[in-house]
């Protein structure tokens, strides 16, 4: 998979996307092994090549709950790397051996920098996939709470 | 309350907020009037002036899900406006009598259009705002799910 296909990248010319590529690096995980941890300081961004992450919230030691699966043909992970506080807002695990590619937080920090439009269109791309998630993650308050209610109703 | 003290306006030069200014109207609305509702297109940005406006979901007929109350001291709403597919995400109406300041999207689209660092900050604010309310959501989804498990347990 390019790094084109990620959504963060969508309408940036081939020359702003070889930029990305060359302050990347392909690394491969095992089946299990963690990314990162809730609250950690970002320093990647990471695309699926191959495999596939689980996003989840740690509740307590042995409860988790699953928020998403990151594959090759639906996004990239870790864009607490790209908003301050710079801090990963859940945690990732592979969900079998996977290969992953890694965008360099500080490196692409200073292609941001010097490249209004490229920050312009990563931003406003970013915004867009916030506002998605923020509007499934009310949905299942909403379900939640009617729940609560149908449990107090009946 | 200036333009200025919203939070997606944090960073920008005086001129760019003067020209913001230029394409804003202040409007009066009452206690009780809806400002817009979840699903509407979006066709401005709010700040509050005077007064509070209260965001919410819509479940049924007769149950709200009370989301944020916004004041003129903590930000503005619509965001919407902002981001494809440009409608607002949660209804809206007036706590009290309000006074709003209105930005018409299709003029600062033409403003952030022709200024790649005014639509690179208002972008990178409304990527962190997100961002937060995503985080403060997902609280919410744990703490539903974490009473889920204690009553299933006991």
Known sequence: MPL???????????SQIERIAAISREQQY???QWLFQEGQ????LYQVQEGSVELVIKVEEAI??????IRPDNGCLG????VEPYRYSLSARCLEDSTLVAVSKTRLDE???DDFELHCAIMT???KKLLDRLKETRQEVKI???????SITF
């Open 41 to 44: 300081e970002a320093r990647h």
């Open 79 to 82: 864009v607490g790397a790209l």
């Open 125 to 127: 791309n970013l915004a």
């Open 144 to 150: 939640h709470f009617m729940n609560l209610v149908r």
């Open 111 to 113: 292609l941001m920098h």
């Open 64 to 69: 988790e709950i699953p928020m998403a699966v």
């Open 4 to 14: 084109s296909s990620c959504y963060l990248f969508q309408g940036i010319s081939q």
């Open 30 to 32: 095992q089946m299990g």
